[in-house]
């Protein structure tokens, strides 16, 4: 959204004070409208006082550090006290919950299970969930995120915001600068002049990719190759474990299968599988590693059609474990563990919330995938 120039920085931070002399509390929204500025300035503004010890942060608002409101507060519901559960006040009505904005970039495959780890969690704090599907694009992810930020009554954020390209990192620096606590949900990102990093909860895909190969290996495999697609951010994850491990395993890289390509809903998949098929014969390659269930699926379907048995001739392992027990033969796959990965991320952000001093130092979580083995890679 546009934003009038509105008064100076000072003149306007030294209004926030003197409102709050006169009124002893003020909420984010109230002051945004009545200094005709964004709550995203607003926030910035009361974390600057806040840090200059002239206000203390409350849930949605602020108060004069040390005045009459503020010793009221005291040992309730402050941004500088941790209160994930609702409770009555002194009229014994209830406080408002703590409201998380969640904006994730599918509703359809993969993330479901992230937000139902999500959602227990918030709901065993008593906190409330408001979640946006975007589309995997830097755009549609602000526009989701400027309006749950403009909205006034989000305490933090869980966010899988694309990372890359100029759009990705024009992302990353405008929600460093949102002063908003948050945590990024299977996504890292850093920016600044040292390079600080956002706190963040992710599955272990390298290590995820490094067990397929280790199975494959056990079962005397030694040409491995990998399939991911273009547009997935894990597919990088995922290569780097599978090369890692190929190392290790003292598999030649050389002359191996690896191959990024399109996904199944674009126009070229048809060609790209043929292309992708042709090649493991012509490398001998003998098993697959493959992101994600979807193109795997097709992948057996038209070895199938090819007369190439699977696992026969080729051992085929899946990345996510969405759908792959669905194949036949059911795919083993390499299962991210989605739903701790939600409850995960909630902790962590309930922890920031609960703990919001500047000097507290980034939290990165990391969670270990499993491997789930089916028929798609040992016979029966």
């Known amino acids: 959204m546009s934003e009038s120039p509105g008064p100076l920085p000072d003149e306007r931070r030294a209004q926030v004070v003197e409102l709050l002399r006169q009124r002893g509390v003020v909420r984010v929204g109230d002051l945004a409208t009545e200094l005709d500025v964004s709550v995203i ?22 108060v004069l550090r040390g005045g009459p409101v503020a010793d009221t507060l005291a040992g309730g519901e402050t941004e500088d006290s941790p209160a994930p559960q609702p409770r009555p006040d002194a009229a014994g009505a209830e406080q408002p919950q703590v409201t998380i904005g969640m904006v994730v970039p599918s509703l359809n495959y993969y993330w479901p299970d992230v937000i139902r780890g999500v959602r227990e969690a918030a709901a065993a704090a008593g906190a409330r969930v408001v979640l946006r599907g975007a589309t995997y694009r830097a755009a549609d992810e ?9 909205s006034a009554g989000i305490d933090g954020l869980l ?15 405008w929600l460093q600068e949102a002063d908003m606590p ?41 040409r491995i190759g990998l399939i991911t697609t273009i547009q997935s951010p ?53 098993a697959l590693l493959v992101h994600s269930d979807p ?23 899946a990345y ?3 759908v792959a027990e669905l194949c036949d033969p059911p795919l083993t796959a390499v299962r991210p563990p989605k739903m701790a990965i939600g409850r995960a991320a909630f902790g962590l952000l309930a922890a920031r919330l609960a703990d919001p001093d500047p000097e507290r130092p980034t939290h990165r979580v990391v969670v270990e995938p499993t491997l789930i083995v089916r028929s798609s890679s040992v016979s029966s």
């Open 41 to 62: 300035t607003i926030r910035r503004d009361i974390a600057l006082l806040s840090s200059q010890g002239l206000i203390r942060r409350v849930r949605g608002g602020a």
């Open 142 to 150: 602000r526009r989701h995120l400027s309006r749950l930020i403009e």
């Open 159 to 173: 966010v899988a915001p694309t990372t890359t390209g100029d759009d990705g990192q024009a992302l990353v620096r």
């Open 182 to 222: 948050m945590v990024l949900i299977e996504r890292t990102a850093a920016s600044g002049p040292y390079h600080e990093a956002m706190e963040s909860v992710v599955s272990d895909h390298a290590l995820g990719a490094g067990m397929a190969v280790r199975h494959l290996v056990e079962l005397g495999h030694r």
């Open 234 to 286: 894990t597919g990088p994850h995922v290569r780097h474990g599978w090369r890692q491990a190929c190392e290790e395993f003292g598999l030649p890289l050389e002359g191996m299968l690896d191959v990024s390509t399109v996904d199944q809903w674009h126009s070229e998949w048809p060609k790209a599988l043929e292309g992708v098929i042709d090649q493991c014969v012509a490398s001998g390659t003998t």
């Open 295 to 317: 193109e795997a699926i097709n992948l057996v379907e038209r070895c199938q059609e090819r007369g190439i048995r699977v696992p026969g001739d080729l051992a085929i392992v």
């Open 320 to 322: 996510d474990d969405e």
